[in-house]
């Protein structure tokens, strides 16, 4: 299985896959990582429309686990609705869902939508920049931890230990 880690808007490093990348390859052995990498704005729907387009482009026809952080969440959803391939699930961290109304979600042509797949989404409780509407509509299950957006991930190893946990307890229930 590929494991298509996708970025957040405005970012330019990998330092939140580090510990997710480690607990992810522990809970699905012999899986591969890949960070899918891409600079655009928050707002910017159609370059999160494109970002999708081209993951599924390149991934297309494997079978994939998604995993989003921040707009990243949103940019996976794009991406699971333009596969050949059905993915395993999309899973959405601290993603902004239905943020502000749905703003950015609903830039992106995603706010609401039904995913052909399931969807497993995450908030952290002690999040500043995404501070609700992490719980996609149709999520399959949402977590609620207790972390911030982005340096408990690199700072607390626990962390993404559970979030894999949690991402292979829902697979494997859904098989």
């Given at each position: 299985?590929?494991?298509?880690?996708?970025?957040?808007?405005?970012?330019?490093?990998?330092?939140?896959?580090?510990?997710?990348?480690?607990?992810?390859?522990?809970?699905?052995?012999?899986?591969?990582?890949?960070?899918?990498?891409?600079?655009?704005?928050?707002?910017?729907?159609?370059?999160?429309?494109?970002?999708?387009?081209?993951?599924?482009?390149?991934?297309?026809?494997?079978?994939?686990?998604?995993?989003?952080?921040?707009?990243?969440?949103?940019?996976?959803?794009?991406?699971?609705?333009?596969?050949?391939?059905?993915?395993?699930?999309?899973?959405?961290?601290?993603s902004p869902h239905g943020y502000a109304g749905g703003i950015i979600a609903n830039a992106a042509g995603v706010y609401g939508v039904r995913l052909p797949v399931p969807i497993i989404s995450f908030q952290g409780m002690k999040d500043g920049i995404v501070r609700e509407g992490?719980?996609?509509?149709?999520?399959?299950?949402?977590?609620?931890?207790?972390?911030?957006?982005?340096?408990?991930?690199?700072?607390?190893?626990?962390?993404?230990?559970?979030?894999?946990?949690?991402?292979?307890?829902?697979?494997?229930?859904?098989?």
């Open positions: 299985m590929d494991i298509v880690a996708i970025i957040g808007a405005c970012m330019f490093d990998d330092h939140v896959w580090r510990n997710l990348q480690l607990a992810f390859q522990d809970k699905f052995p012999g899986s591969t990582f890949v960070i899918e990498r891409r600079f655009y704005g928050a707002l910017d729907g159609a370059a999160m429309n494109d970002f999708g387009c081209e993951i599924a482009r390149t991934h297309g026809s494997k079978k994939t686990l998604l995993v989003g952080h921040s707009n990243g969440g949103i940019v996976a959803c794009v991406t699971a609705l333009k596969m050949l391939t059905k993915p395993y699930a999309v899973v959405s961290l601290f992490t719980e996609h509509p149709y999520s399959a299950r949402h977590v609620q931890l207790d972390c911030n957006h982005e340096t408990d991930i690199i700072d607390k190893p626990p962390i993404s230990r559970y979030i894999a946990q949690v991402v292979e307890e829902e697979l494997f229930r859904e098989a």
